[in-house]
């Protein structure tokens, strides 16, 4: 077992819930972070699964999203589903670019991965619907799209890669769904109206700077399943109060 103090500098308000005789509560008392000494502290519940669906050809342009079923209910989202003349697809599958003007939008199904830079530096996005079959956010997709709301991410989704979201600074809203193993290396850097993280059972790594000055992060579950915590994964997350470190934690790298 090995911990450091560096993945939660910044964070003043930090309160470390973790059972007796745990690493966790030696690592909060020899590094001067606030502890409490909770047998029974249980994880907080999971909001309502999103379910989406790959959208289907219809005979306009205009799809709705599924609701939402997470925090509160909300009118269903309607976007516009991408044209083949908007993007670039490779042969297996890669959705590589996206060159249109939509601010709300559906990717078309039949992809599997969304690649680097896909959406990077988009200034006009706010909602995007990703369909079920992907299984990977490749590095950089999302980087800089400034206007980014909210991502709807498919229960197939297995890994979130470096840079994926980072400094998406309007994105207030996204659930990791079960399967994902992986929250790469600043994969929400500077998403700072980021509030509330629900890290699924299938993540076992949370990897260096992932939520690096997410100034506006309140509250975050994570699961038992959590082995490693990377370096300054939480560093400058000054809205953060409290957290509960999982007994499955086995290092929290400098």
């Not at 008392?29 to 309502?48: F, L, S």
């Not at 996206?98 to 599997?112: A, C, M, V």
Request: net charge negative; glycine share 6%.
């Amino acid at each position: 077992n090995f911990m450091d103090q560096t993945p939660f500098d910044g964070c003043d308000n930090l309160t470390i819930y973790c059972p007796e005789g745990s690493y966790a509560a030696e690592y909060a008392q020899t590094h001067g972070i606030r502890y409490v000494i909770d047998n029974t502290r249980k994880a907080v519940a999971r909001p309502a699964k999103k379910t989406h669906h790959a959208a289907t050809p219809m005979a306009t342009t205009r799809e709705t999203a599924p609701a939402k079923t997470a925090v509160a209910a909300t009118p269903a989202i309607t976007c516009t589903k991408v044209k083949k003349s908007e993007c670039t697809i490779d042969e297996f599958g890669v959705f590589e670019r996206y060159n249109g003007l939509d601010d709300e939008i559906i990717l078309p199904s039949g992809i599997e991965e969304i690649g680097s830079d896909a959406f990077s530096f988009n200034k006009t996005l706010r909602i995007v619907v990703i369909p079920e079959g992907v299984r990977e956010i490749g590095n950089d997709a999302f980087w800089g799209c400034e206007a980014l709301e909210q991502v709807f991410l498919p229960s197939t989704l297995e890994k979130i890669e470096y840079n994926a979201f980072r400094n998406c600074e309007s994105l207030t809203e996204i659930i990791i769904p079960d399967g994902v193993w992986s929250i790469g290396m600043d994969a929400f850097t500077g998403c700072k109206k980021l509030k509330d993280i629900y890290v699924p059972s299938s993540v076992i790594s949370v990897e260096m700077d992932a939520f690096y000055n997410c100034t506006g992060l309140k509250n975050i579950t994570m699961p038992n399943s959590l082995k490693e915590i990377g370096y300054s994964s939480f560093y400058g997350c000054t809205s953060l109060t409290s957290m509960t470190i999982p007994n499955g934690v086995t290092t929290i790298d400098v």
